[in-house]
């Protein structure tokens, strides 16, 4: 049987994945498939390896952008129940690769559980927070993470823990396909602060950036030592805009998608934004998003 019969169930054809994702542009997937168990998702990988059918994985879509001719093979996501299951024991949380990092937040802070407030208001899933080290100025998301469950591009399921699992600044050692479930670490907390901590961030991210719009969170990762958005600001960009794209008002590093933007005003809002950026201040801005 070939996979598009086997999995005839879970595959979507010529899905769109602009509405999947944030800045809502962008072509369909060829296939999007939506694995309902551990057992299910190992057999799809085992069977695309061997008909050497690409896959990707979507979390979130809050750090993606896809081309407008869309991505061929199959677009994996970890939406079942089986995936996003998150439980509490004692300062340790386990939770699914496909769970939100938002819901891990509240079930931290309503156990009265300290170190991830920094992180609220991040759109992100626990596969996608840790595959790049979700984080904010103080606190990233790796710093709690002890424990990682993958699955390879094969099928291949392991622990990566101790020396095996590191994290760098939006990134970390775990390049296998996904995750498929963490266990977080962290410390109790008096739960009154935690609320306040909480509350405190997310107004501060509400003033500072566009939350209220189709955006990607930061475009760019920070150059070492210097701000993305400061440098952006400084080269005059704010407010650049082509097409449906623009540079926010709000926060440099954010660009936000009007109704009628494709990919493309964006791809080109990127280019004109790194090589005026280079000109200004001979900094070559790297990408944070993923572009598929
Ligand atoms: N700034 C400007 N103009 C702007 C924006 C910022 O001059 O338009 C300057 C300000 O002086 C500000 C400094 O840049 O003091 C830093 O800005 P901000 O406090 O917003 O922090 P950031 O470094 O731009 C980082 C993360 C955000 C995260 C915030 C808050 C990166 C690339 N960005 O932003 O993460 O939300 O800290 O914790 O690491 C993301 O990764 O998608 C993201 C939004």
């Known amino acids: 049987m070939s996979f598009t019969e086997q999995f005839a169930d879970i595959i979507k054809f010529d899905e769109p994945l602009a509405p999947l994702t944030w800045l809502k542009v962008g072509g369909p997937a060829q296939m999007l498939v939506e694995p309902q168990s551990e057992e299910q998702l190992i057999d799809v990988l085992k069977t695309a390896d061997a008909e050497e059918i690409p896959v990707r994985v979507l979390g979130s879509g809050a750090n993606v952008l896809v081309r407008q001719e869309g991505v061929s093979g199959i677009v994996l996501r970890l939406n079942a129940d089986a995936f ?94 996904l995750v498929l479930s963490a266990e977080i670490e962290l410390k109790e907390g008096d739960p009154e602060e935690i609320a306040d901590r909480v509350k405190t961030t997310w107004i501060t991210k509400r003033t500072g950036q566009p939350l209220s719009f189709q955006s990607a969170g930061c475009i760019f990762k920070n150059p070492r030592g210097m701000r993305a958005g400061e440098l952006i600001d400084q080269a005059g960009l704010k407010g650049t805009k082509l097409g449906e794209a623009e540079v926010s008002e709000r926060h440099a590093n954010f660009i936000v998608t009007h109704e009628g933007a494709t990919a493309k005003d964006v791809l080109n809002l990127i280019d004109v934004i790194k090589s005026r950026v280079f000109e200004v201040h001979d900094v070559e801005l790297e990408l944070e998003i993923k572009i598929w």
Do not use: M, W
């Open 84 to 177: 996003q299951r998150v439980e509490v024991n004692g300062t340790t949380i386990r939770a699914g690769g496909g769970a939100q990092l938002s819901h891990v937040i509240t079930e931290a802070v309503g156990a009265g559980l300290t170190g991830l407030e920094e992180l609220v208001g991040i759109p992100s899933t626990i596969g996608g927070a840790i595959k790049g080290n979700a984080g904010g100025k103080h606190t990233d998301f790796g710093e709690y993470v002890t424990s990682v469950d993958v699955l390879t591009v094969q099928g291949q399921k392991f622990t990566r823990t101790g020396d095996e699992l590191s994290f760098e600044y939006r990134g970390s050692s775990v390049n296998e396909l």
